[in-house]
């Protein structure tokens, strides 16, 4: 079963903040989020991660509520190539042995409307 | 840097047909993956490894199998294809400096 609850689609204007939610209410201490897109088909990318700081880079900033059950990303200025699906995932980090792979679920398809 | 390259881009089987998708990367990883997806669902985890000649099971592994006898390459093979196993399938790879996970571009397999 998938640790993470998103909304299934999401409507942005382009030039405006998109801001995806996502629900982790029975996340662990050592367990981080991480969020990853799938743009048409293509192997998923890498946005950002964090376990319990909020988080920024040149892609996206990653806001965590203080008890950890839900966070929000937010692309400030999204634009027609942010159209993608978007996959909010927590897991144990690599070096605190989480290395067996990614679970995801469906994720948000984030469509960017001119 | 290539990063994870993927071979075939396309294939097409034929039920009880047999292949093996290759995945290679230049990044001097540990750790690699094999996921699969389904029209219109998230990637499920098939197989992985976090070195050369360890292999463990994911979520999706039966129909499957893998080795790694390099750190570059992690082969999948399919031994008897079903049409079960239509799918796109995607590599990855990763190690301990880095939370992050570096996909290929996939290979879109048929199987009829």
Redesign the interface.
Known sequence: D?KTTQPTSMDCAEGRAANLPCNHSTISGNE?V?W?RQIH??????II?GLKNNETNEMASLIITEDRKSSTLILPHATLRDTAVY?CIVRV???GGG?????????THLIIQP | NAGVTQTPKFRILKIGQSMTLQCTQDMNHNYMYWYRQDPGMGLKLIYYSVGAGITDKGEVPNGYNVSRSTTEDFPLRLELAAPSQTSVYFCASSNLATHEQFFGPGTRLTVL
Do not use: E, I, R
């Open positions: 998938a981080y991480y990853y088909s293509q192997g998923p990318q890498y991660h996959y980090g690599v070096s290395a067996d792979g990614l679970t995801f679920g469906k994720g």
